[in-house]
């Protein structure tokens, strides 16, 4: 026997087969539910094209976009100051993708009933293939309602902001096809604080809205600072004022818009987000002087609903791939997946990625209906806790997910560590726990009719007396003013879980509403993998991964 044959240590067995090239949306039977419910049907087509396109080249190049992460350019080889932001191609190709498809223009484009359900639908399968290049897109979608309020403004950038063309050329905005727009509105020493903002704004000329004005001072997060133009904050003589700033200024030159450094993130590093000075930055008032926080809010709260897209997606992603290893991988000679404990652990999962999609559809459906008062009121509360919950529950829910592969969901190899890093950053932007909760404390304190909206939603429990017994402790819970803030956060969990409760219950799937009423109303469930007895697992394992029959 040669040395050669001996070198051989091994047969690799018992090796899970790569889960590559599969249509993301065809494998995911609750997606396409909640899609049909709240009346997206019609984009089927278009989310079974993109469902492709995510499972398959798009997720190629999110491993190569995390790879090669952006890299800074402050100046030339001349030395002359550029700051540009390099991007590996496979970042452009995820950009061009996104945007030919319509997910930053589609419900703004074409806004039928079920616009922004199948809008969320995009997304939910783009960020499955890669998160970072979604901040991106999430600005540029939740740009135009704010800039809907300048139209002189919005007359001459919307055109561009709904091109299903990418241009990542930094050009001035005339000379291309198709432009992005990013944000920039937090400072060093105030934060989530935007009042405590320092830079200021002064008039080139006239004053007011839609009129020049020349920034000067610094914003700590700019995420995407390659953008064309930013939605950004500045003191005026009348306050926090709003103001659109592009990249170059009318007659083609630079604007004094300067990056600092890039962020060295714990995830989210397909994405460059960056420190930037304004000198003198060229820039347009955008709605009533002193009112920012209001007109700026127009953006916030689609990006809010974003950040529920984002990390719903996430922790769908995170179950595809558990499920997909638990069904080829064995343990003392049978599969993971027909073992009890290891299928209590997926059906745990399986639920909170379907309440969380649930939802969020929901509020995609409330979206769609921007002039009905009932919906734009249950957008408004539902908003901070969906945004809350969710963001909250992901990083969990993902860190099992991982655990479900072993030590394989601990290494780059597989998608999980990526999942896993992208998770926290949708609790942190956009405001992060505790601000969603005094949010959601704040509207139903001040909007009209917001406590009648959620009373009428929750009804009584929708015929389930496990749930009637949650809503009323929770109604007598919002009663009670007493310490409330310092309650803000159990009340904001029981409003949502009563929530994905009732949508549960009322798609009729009664596998699913009763495992998770059983496991989410009565104090269980401290981890995944606690499900009571007496539960439709099979059922629940089947309608999470259809592709494993």
Not at 108 to 132: I, S
Not at 260 to 282: M, P
Not at 502 to 528: H, P, Q, T
Request: with cysteine; net charge negative.
């Amino acid at each position: 026997m040669s040395l050669h044959e001996y070198a051989e240590t091994h047969e690799v067995l018992n090796q899970v087969p790569p889960l590559d090239g599969v249509n993301l949306y065809r494998l995911d039977l609750p997606l396409q539910d909640w899609v049909r419910r709240y009346r997206g049907g019609w984009a089927e087509t278009r989310l079974d094209a993109y469902g492709a396109l995510a499972g398959g080249p798009l997720i190629a190049a999110g491993f190569l976009a995390n790879e090669n992460r952006p890299v800074f350019k402050s100046h030339d080889r001349y030395g002359h100051r550029i700051d540009l932001v390099e991007f590996h191609p496979a970042y452009h190709q995820l950009m061009s993708t996104a945007i030919a498809h319509g997910i930053p223009s589609l419900p703004w484009t074409d806004p039928q009933p079920g616009a922004q359900v199948a809008r969320a639908g995009l997304m939910y399968l783009h960020n499955q293939a890669e998160a970072g290049s979604s901040c991106p897109l999430t600005m540029t979608y939740a740009s135009v309602p704010a800039l809907r309020q300048q139209p002189g403004i919005a007359d001459l950038w919307l055109p561009k902001i709904l091109s299903l063309e990418y241009d990542p050329r930094n050009l001035p905005m005339e000379q291309k096809a198709g432009v992005t727009i990013g944000m920039a509105m937090t400072e060093k020493q105030g934060g989530t604080d935007v009042r405590a903002n320092t830079t200021r704004a002064y008039p080139v000329g006239a004053t007011g809205p839609g009129q020049a004005y020349e920034l000067v001072g610094h914003k700590w997060f700019c995420s995407a600072p390659m953008c064309d133009a930013f939605l950004t904050l500045a003191q005026t003589e009348r306050g926090l004022t709003c103001f659109l700033l592009p990249r170059h200024r009318p007659d083609g030159s630079r604007n004094q818009f300067y990056i600092q450094r890039l962020k060295n993130k714990l995830g989210n590093w397909s994405n460059a987000s960056s420190e930037v000075e304004y000198r003198g930055a060229l820039a347009w008032m955008i709605g009533e002087e002193g009112r920012g926080v209001p007109t700026i809010i127009e953006m916030v709260a689609s990006t809010r609903f974003d950040c529920m897209v984002g990390s719903s997606s996430l922790m769908r992603q995170a179950l595809t791939q558990a499920m997909h290893h638990c069904t080829h991988r064995q343990v003392g000679g049978k599969a993971l997946i027909e073992q009890p404990l290891m299928q209590n652990v997926l059906a745990d999962l399986a639920l909170e990625s379907e309440a969380a999609l649930a939802l969020t559809m929901r509020m995609g459906r409330a979206l769609d209906h921007p002039f009905d008062e009932g919906e734009e009121t249950f957008a408004r509360v539902v908003t901070a806790i969906g945004k809350y919950w969710i963001c909250k529950r992901a990083p969990e829910m993902i860190a099992e997910a991982s655990e479900c592969l072993g030590g394989a969901g601990y290494v780059e190899d597989t998608l999980l560590p990526r999942l896993y890093r992208e998770a926290p950053v949708n609790s942190i932007w956009e405001g992060s726990g505790n601000v969603q909760c005094l949010d959601v404390l704040r509207a139903l304190s001040r909007e009209s009719g917001a406590l009648d909206v959620l009373h009428n939603e929750l009804g009584d429990g929708h015929g389930d007396p496990r749930l009637r017994a949650h809503v009323r402790q929770l109604q007598a819970a919002l009663a009670d003013t007493d310490a409330i803030h310092y309650r803000a956060r159990q009340l904001t969990e029981d409003l949502a879980v009563a929530l994905q409760a009732k949508l549960l219950l009322e798609a009729g799937n009664e596998a699913v509403s009763d495992a998770f009423i059983a496991s989410r109303l009565d104090g269980r469930g401290r981890v995944f993998g606690t499900l009571p007895t007496g539960l439709d697992i099979s059922a629940l394992l089947a309608r999470s991964a259809p592709f494993l029959d």
